[in-house]
């Protein structure tokens, strides 16, 4: 029982390509948004944040779009590399709520 | 180096038996979560702690017990009430408040034999 991959989403996209990873979100108060890596038989690595009052936030090779209107978050990674395949979730918090997360799409890169 | 340390990687468990998976953070975070992770399944909260002494059930407690004795330390024990314990068990932290990163241990692996 080493994946936590099993029956998700899948993306497959050859290096260089840049991905684009959709996450729809359920509360319209929720008012952060994180995006997690998870590789296989590991804990989620944080990639990136964004705050409801933004709708745009650039990381290295990394974008996150938040659309409020349609609770809608992407995650765009440039150029993507062998090693940037894995699971990747969002999560939102609403106040002082704990984090609910998506069940997460798995990127597949190909050389 | 600073972080989360979960122990064991791998653990199994016979029936009706009591098992405990250990989580260590040196990140002076106040707040602490434990999640469970199935294969295709989003994290689902167990329990969460915001300040030592204190705890909080999640979504899915029951069959499971913490306590947080030290801010360090926050260790899960798995009761065999828990009928189908067999999963991948995350413990995390974050820093008290609204809008704070909560940051991910390796995982541990809990069979039942």
């Known amino acids: 029982g080493e994946s936590v991959g099993l029956h998700l989403p899948t993306l497959s996209v050859q290096e260089g390509d840049n991905s684009i990873i959709n996450c729809a979100y359920s509360?319209?108060?929720?008012?952060?948004f994180i995006w997690y890596k998870q590789e296989s038989g590991k804990g989620p690595q944080f990639i990136i944040d964004?705050?409801?009052?933004?709708d745009k936030r650039q990381g290295q090779r990394v974008t996150v779009l938040l659309n409020k209107t349609v609770k809608h978050l992407s995650l765009q990674i440039a150029a993507t590399q062998p090693g940037d395949s894995a699971v990747y979730f969002c999560?939102?918090?609403?106040?002082?709520?704990?984090?609910?997360f998506g069940k997460g799409t798995m990127l597949l890169v190909s050389p | 180096d600073g972080g989360i340390t979960q122990s064991p990687k791998y653990l199994f468990r016979k029936e009706g038996q009591n098992v405990t998976l250990s989580c260590e953070q040196n990140?002076?975070?106040?707040?602490m979560y434990w999640y469970r992770q199935d294969p295709g399944q989003g994290l689902r909260l167990i329990y969460y702690?915001?300040?030592?002494?204190?705890?909080q059930k999640g979504d899915i407690a029951e069959g499971y017990s913490v306590s947080r004795e030290k801010k360090e330390s926050f260790p899960l024990t798995v009761t065999s009430a828990q009928k189908n314990p067999t999963a991948f068990y995350l413990c995390?932290?974050?820093?008290?408040?609204?809008?704070?990163?909560?940051?991910f241990g390796e995982g541990s692996w809990l069979t039942v034999v």
């Open positions: 964004i705050r409801s009052n933004m």
């Open positions: 999560a939102e918090r609403t106040g002082y709520s704990t984090l609910t």
């Open positions: 995390a932290s974050s820093i008290r408040g609204t809008g704070n990163t909560i940051y």
């Open positions: 509360n319209s108060a929720s008012d952060y």
């Open positions: 702690s915001q300040i030592v002494n204190d705890f």
């Open positions: 990140l002076n975070h106040d707040a």
